[in-house]
């Protein structure tokens, strides 16, 4: 395989597809199937994706694709991955596409389900923070005081810890993804590829329409997510949390920008008050305490 | 012991997954609830044992026993789970998404009346509102036939004109943990009825991606839907060559779509399925000994509905009487409206008589089948046939309404 900057060329997710301009979901499943190469079946609950597959009888990948009921994903996973096993097929990825929905909430019995099991998986939540397939409804990884058209006036509840959640279960392999960053991307698929049993990636995946900002900032949107600490890039390998990309150099609360600049470019923000982005500010500076003690127990 | 008359004392149950196991399933999947649990847990010891080298995934659902079966299915596995009732119902979604994706699962359903109020005793509406589903459901009336019937529906299931989830459906207790003797068929001879399952052709392969599923448009959408309809009526067909087969092979035939009991110079036939229909028999034989020409169908598979050999059957006759343990709220019997149905579309023109019975297990004894009989005749005689099917045995007082 050819190589430019060091990304591998081949397209599974082929050009022309349906998703809406700057999806950051896509970019990032463009990535995802590079890293993954063409020996793999996705499965794809009910999601952005199951539009952005196109109509019978086409479809937008060049990989296999299985679509599932919108709970089902993990399970339909867990059974593929067994049976791939019963056939003595050892070199299938059984990948699990599905949105923050499908994930955090409908489909969070399922994949708790899968995961306490371990069957050989990855499954891969893009996070786009809402349900946006729908029309941009409000679900269980809405941030805090986000705009959606269910939360009018800003989001009352806050954004569950999926990776808390999913470190609960002990399982080998865990990540976190965003569009913005290509090759920490394709490192984390090939490491979860390289490892047995049920592995955990969630992906923040910044959504033009969704979150009200013109389809050519996504990757900056994106970037601005983890430069100001909102988004942090890192990953848990048999319990051993390790920051990536720039988070590596973010713990230090002064060298990350302030969360305002993140905010500010995203219209579902647009009515935060002075208190209410201090409150946001607070959050994240939590999150990075959670981070910090992580790295402490690592030590121990 | 000659293994061809390998007898055993088994529930149906056990029978099942005896079944299960000398059909070499590659992948169980199963959440456990009563009255089907005894069929997981015979199975579990099978592969702890090595009896039986399948994948058995203890899952945290019925939802995900059927989605983890679809993703199994997908790629070319031979499949199973069993449930019941309540679980039926939790996995509903899936049990739909199954059959549109085409995929040979088979399913035992251990019938179970619904809740509320909890009932954990035999009733057919559970197995009966996945009617419309698209999976070929069947009934079976004792162990022996729910473990050649499991069998069968392998072959049915993966056939390749049809492609259709199976459920083969046998009642709460009465059948589920009474013990029989049960023949267990030789493994080599069910290895020759049953060929190794090939992947089918839609069957997910990375070496020629396509997508199974995927939005479809107006344009589309009815014509999938047709080859479903298509499938299930040449399953008509097959369910019927492969009782046939299986008879030759196996030295055991039922009759296909129906099971026929002196019907031929009856006057009256009694249309019922699953146990009652065993009971059906002796209330035959002995209303046959009172002189009164009375012959029995037992259904065996409600989707496809045997609607050409029953019209055929009862055209001549001078009343049907149906029993069923189903009721559609507000609609009547869920067979009775089938079998009247049929009537209409086939220009049948016998006067027949629908008697909802035994829901939530209550029993439908031979007395109780020669009561509606006699019943139903002196309605005929009286020229006093209801509109409506009519309640068996209920207690009816102030308390009741």
Redesign the interface.
């Known amino acids: 395989m050819s190589k430019v900057l060091g990304l591998p060329t081949s397209e599974l997710l082929l050009k022309g597809n349906a998703s809406c301009p700057g999806c950051g979901a896509a970019i990032t499943l463009r990535h995802v199937l590079k890293a993954f190469g ?4 996705l ?1 794809i609950p009910a999601c952005c994706t ?2 952005i ?7 937008a ?9 919108f ?17 003595g097929r050892d070199d ?1 990825n059984v990948v699990v596409w599905a949105g923050d929905g499908g994930t955090v909430d409908i489909g969070i ?2 994949l ?3 995961a ?2 371990g069957h050989n998986m990855v499954y891969i939540c893009y996070d786009n923070e809402a349900y946006m397939n729908t029309g941009i409804q409000r679900s269980g990884s809405t941030p805090p005081k986000a705009w959606t058209t269910t939360t009018p006036g800003g989001n009352p509840g806050f954004k569950k810890d999926m990776i808390g959640i999913m470190f609960a279960h002990r399982i080998p392999y865990i990540a976190t993804l965003n569009p913005a960053f290509p090759h920490d991307i394709i490192n984390k698929i090939k490491k979860a590829k390289s490892i047995q049993g049920f592995k955990y990636l969630h992906a923040l995946s910044p959504c033009p329409p969704g979150w009200r900002f013109d389809s050519s900032l996504t990757i900056k949107v994106a970037r601005m997510a983890v430069l100001t600490g909102i988004w942090i890039l890192y990953e848990i390998e048999n319990g051993v949390l390790r920051l990536t990309g720039p988070s590596k150099n973010l713990l230090d609360k002064k060298k990350r920008l302030p969360v305002r600049e993140y905010l500010k470019l995203q219209g579902r923000f647009a009515h935060l008050s002075e208190k209410d982005i201090i409150e946001i500010q607070e959050m994240v500076d939590e999150s990075w305490m959670k981070i910090a003690d992580m790295l402490e127990s690592n030590k121990r | 012991m000659n293994e061809q008359n390998n007898i055993k004392m088994l529930t149906g149950n056990y029978a099942a997954a005896y079944a299960v196991k000398l059909s070499r399933v ?2 169980i ?1 199963a959440y456990p609830i009563t009255p089907q649990t005894p069929i997981i847990e015979k199975l579990s010891e099978f592969v702890e044992r090595g009896e039986l ?3 058995f ?5 019925e ?3 059927m ?11 031979r ?1 199973y789970t069993a449930t019941s009732a309540q679980g039926l119902l939790y996995m509903g ?2 049990v739909w ?1 199954a059959a549109g994706a085409r995929l040979p699962i088979v399913m035992g359903v251990v019938t179970r009346a619904l809740a509320p109020p909890w009932s954990i005793w035999t009733d057919h509406t559970d197995i009966l509102s996945f009617r419309d589903s698209g999976w070929i459901i069947l009934f079976a009336s004792n162990a022996q036939e729910v473990l050649d019937l499991t069998i069968q529906a392998f072959k049915i299931a993966e056939n390749e004109k049809i492609l259709l989830p199976v459920a083969v459906t046998w009642d709460a207790f009465v059948v589920s943990h009474t013990l029989e003797p049960v023949s267990i068929p030789e493994q080599r001879i069910i290895d020759e009825f049953l060929e190794k399952k090939r992947p089918q052709p839609h069957a ?3 070496d ?10 107006p344009s ?1 959408y009815m014509e999938l839907r047709r080859s479903i309809d298509r499938a299930m009526k040449y399953a008509k067909e097959i369910i019927v060559s492969v009782d046939k087969e299986f008879g030759e092979k196996i030295g055991r035939k039922y009759g296909g779509l129906i099971e026929e009991y002196f019907i031929n110079d009856a006057d009256i036939l009694i249309i019922t399925l699953g146990v009652i229909g065993e009971e059906a028999k002796e209330a035959v034989d002995r209303l046959r000994k009172e002189d009164l020409r009375v012959g029995l169908i037992r259904l065996r598979s409600i989707r496809p509905f045997p609607s050409e050999i029953l019209s055929k059957y009862c055209c001549d006759k001078k009343l049907c009487i149906v029993i069923e343990r189903s009721v559609s709220f507000g609609g009547g019997g869920v067979i009775l409206n089938d079998v009247l149905s049929t009537f209409y579309r086939y220009n049948v023109e016998t006067p027949t008589i629908g008697y909802i019975a035994g829901l939530g297990g209550r029993e439908v004894s031979v007395e109780d089948i020669v009561g509606m009989v006699s019943e139903a005749c002196g309605r005929l005689k009286d020229g006093k046939l209801p509109n409506e099917p009519l309640w068996y045995g209920v207690k009816i007082g102030e308390r009741y309404e």
């Open positions: 063409p020996k793999t079946i499965i199951s539009v597959a196109g109509p019978y009888p086409k479809t990948f060049n990989v296999p694709v299985l679509h599932i009921a709970a089902a994903s993990a399970a339909a996973g867990a059974g593929m991955s067994e049976a791939l096993i019963a056939k299938v019995q399922a708790s389900g899968a306490e099991r | 590659e992948v999947s080298n399948a994948r995934i203890r899952v945290e659902s939802h995900s026993a989605a983890s079966l679809i993703g199994a299915a997908s790629v070319g596995a499949t979604e899936v998404w997910l392969n990375v020629e991606p396509f997508s199974l599923g995927n939005i479809t448009f589309d």
